[in-house]
């Protein structure tokens, strides 16, 4: 099993910037793939980007690309999602999940385990 905790949410203006980290514990040697999703009310959870556990690749939604960094540190366990540019439409909870195969996939329904989300909030 695998435990994740979001933190970092918040309220900020348009144009601001905010840092989302998600601390693993439990079996993290089993994480291939990490990944930030998000979801407005009403609307289905969507990608916002992914990180491998193991190797050097990153994948970025199109809304969010040129905006948005993923890192990790390996040693602490922890990713980052690095937030700039901030628009209104970024509004959501941000849910960090962990995939334990090779797939990096896009699509939620690939990720095993879940945090339990973080509010973010960009006002106009």
């Known amino acids: 099993q695998v435990q994740l905790v979001e933190s970092g949410g918040g309220l900020v203006q348009a144009g601001g910037s905010l840092r989302l980290s998600c601390a693993a514990s439990g079996r993290t040697s089993s994480i291939y793939t990490m990944g930030w999703f998000r979801q407005a009310p009403g609307k289905e959870r969507e990608f916002v980007s992914g990180?491998?556990?193991?190797?050097?690749?990153?994948e970025y939604a199109d809304s969010v690309k040129g905006r948005f960094t993923i890192s990790r540190d390996n040693a602490k366990n922890t990713v980052y999602l690095q937030m700039n540019s901030l628009k209104p439409e970024d509004t959501a909870v941000y849910y960090c999940?962990?995939?334990?195969?090779?797939?990096?996939?896009?699509?939620?329904?690939?990720?095993?385990?879940w945090g339990q989300g973080t509010q973010v909030t960009v006002s106009s």
């Open positions: 999940a962990a995939e334990e195969s090779a797939a990096y996939s896009k699509n939620y329904l690939s990720y095993d385990y």
């Open positions: 990180i491998s556990w193991k190797i050097i690749y990153t």
